[in-house]
């Protein structure tokens, strides 16, 4: 079925920039919403960013005016650019794409955050 694979995580000091990406096996142009989730050890799931078939887009308080949300239809990617990174960043981070009322996941990538 669909299928999607984070990648783009790693290891960064707080201040950095890392850029997640989210293949995904299908068109993502017909996606109700595509969106982006992380889950710090100990905490629960928690939704960061999302972009809707609009193009419109979503962010938690805590990423506004440091993460960015997009996606490239002809790549049946997404990606989340992330900035100014701090230490509490630091999670498994999710792609989520929501296909016809159907959710998919993605395996998630870690970010590391150091300081």
């Known amino acids: 079925q669909v299928q999607l694979a984070e990648s783009g995580g790693g290891l960064v000091q707080a201040g950095g920039s890392l850029r997640l990406s989210c293949a995904a096996s299908t068109s993502i142009s017909s996606a109700l919403v595509m969106a982006w989730y992380r889950q710090a050890p100990g905490k629960q799931r928690e939704l960061v960013a999302s972009i809707l078939k609009s193009g419109n887009t979503g962010y938690a308080d805590s990423v506004k005016g440091r993460f960015t949300i997009s996606r490239d239809t002809a790549e049946n990617t997404g990606y989340l650019q992330m900035d100014s990174l701090k230490v509490e960043d630091t999670a498994v981070y999710y792609c989520?794409?929501?296909?016809?009322?159907?959710?998919?996941w993605g395996q998630g990538t870690q970010v590391t955050v150091s300081s």
């Open positions: 989520n794409i929501n296909l016809w009322g159907t959710n998919y």
